[in-house]
């Protein structure tokens, strides 16, 4: 089992400016507490032993909260002091990481997977690059991904109005030699330049959960997620 996760937590947090100020969006209170200390707890949970959480605007706002330790796992903070992008971001915080695969996951999204049960699917498929996906009806602030009989993703679909699809759940399994053998630059968009040009040179993966998703980088959402934690909280094995 990977015991290692980066949390993207750089963000600014533009759309949440109205109900969430000077902060970074990870850290914004949903009920007394940070959500990005809910997104830990769910990766303890998940037998995680060290994080490498990227971050940026105001990070020193993340390290003051956590230090360098939370509930046993390691903390180690990939420092952008530029803003690099998603994919920038994670190039910076591969150089922190000891595996050979790598869970990372979006600090503004909580969704409730079974990480193992995600990695048992990357090994099978032998896959360089797995993303977990949520079902999701009548929706329109979110693109579709395609994926064929084999899970292999076919076709990234822009926003718009779907009855039905699958969605980025903003968690990912990257194997790190396929990433740096790539040769990005410094900054770059993980999710337009990498995933939804490359997946039509390479297999990656998607996988479909049904389990509990949400994304707080709306104000809508962060005010659902603050109803939904105090009635979901135990079942997440949240406290």
């Known amino acids: 089992m990977i015991k290692e996760a980066i949390v993207l937590a750089g963000g600014l947090g533009t759309r949440l400016k109205s109900v969430v100020k000077d902060i970074p969006k990870p850290m914004a209170d949903v009920n007394g ?130 009855k039905f699809g699958l969605i980025n759940g903003g968690i990912y399994l990257l194997n790190k030699l396929f990433f740096r053998e790539l040769n990005f630059e410094s900054k770059f968009s993980f999710e337009k330049d990498l995933l939804e040009i490359y997946y039509k040179v390479y297999n990656f993966y998607g996988f479909p959960f049904e389990a509990y998703f949400v994304d707080i980088g709306i104000p809508e959402d962060y005010e659902r997620a603050k109803r939904d934690f105090l009635l979901v909280k135990n079942n997440l094995g949240l406290k």
């Open 33 to 162: 507490k940070p959500f990005l200390e809910y997104l830990l707890r769910y990766l303890r949970k998940n037998s995680i032993e060290r994080i490498i959480l990227s971050v940026g605007y105001k990070w020193e706002v993340i390290r003051d909260y956590f230090g360098k330790s939370f509930e046993n796992m390691e903390l180690v903070y990939s420092v952008e002091s530029e803003p690099l992008g998603t994919g920038g971001a994670i190039k910076r915080s591969l150089s922190f990481v000891n595996s050979d695969n790598i869970f990372i996951l979006n600090g503004d999204t909580f969704f409730d997977i079974n990480l193992k049960d995600f990695l048992a699917f990357h090994k099978k498929r032998n896959s360089v690059l797995s993303v977990a996906l949520k079902s999701m009806k009548q929706f329109d602030r979110y693109g579709v991904v395609k994926i064929d009989k084999d899970n292999r993703i076919v076709a990234f679909k822009e926003k718009a109005y779907y």
